[in-house]
């Protein structure tokens, strides 16, 4: 069993940054691929970028390449997620992933999720 708990939203300007963590609990994580999903009201949840279990290759939504990194430290058992030149319409909830392959974890199959936590950004 894996728990997976998110933090560092909050309330960013257009053009500011943020970098959301997510901590996991079990000696597993690294037998995992990581990712990060989030949900806008009214809207579907969608992928926005996923790591190997490695760390050794990422990949990023089109709508964030560019702005957002996703990265992970398997000796904390952390995954993070560096948002930079944030816009409003990046404005969601956003979900921790893991999964056992990144192939399946970004068609959304996943065997844990985090609680969320709300990104806020103000024009």
């Known amino acids: 069993q894996v728990q997976l708990v998110e933090s560092g939203g909050g309330l960013a300007q257009a053009g500011g940054s943020l970098r959301l963590s997510c901590a996991a609990t079990?000696?597993?994580?690294?037998?995992?691929?990581m990712g990060w999903f989030r949900q806008a009201p009214g809207k579907e949840r969608e992928f926005v970028g996923g790591?190997?279990?490695?760390?050794?290759?990422?990949e990023n939504a089109d709508s964030v390449k560019g702005r957002f990194t996703i990265s992970r430290d398997n000796a904390k058992s952390t995954v993070y997620l560096q948002m930079n030149s944030l816009k409003p319409e990046d404005t969601a909830v956003y979900y921790c992933?893991?999964?056992?392959?990144?192939?399946?974890?970004?068609?959304?199959?996943?065997?844990?999720w985090g609680q969320g936590t709300q990104v806020t950004v103000s024009s």
């Open positions: 790591i190997t279990r490695s760390g050794g290759s990422t």
């Open positions: 992933a893991a999964a056992a392959l990144l192939a399946i974890l970004r068609r959304g199959v996943v065997d844990y």
């Open positions: 079990g000696r597993t994580f690294s037998t995992y691929a």
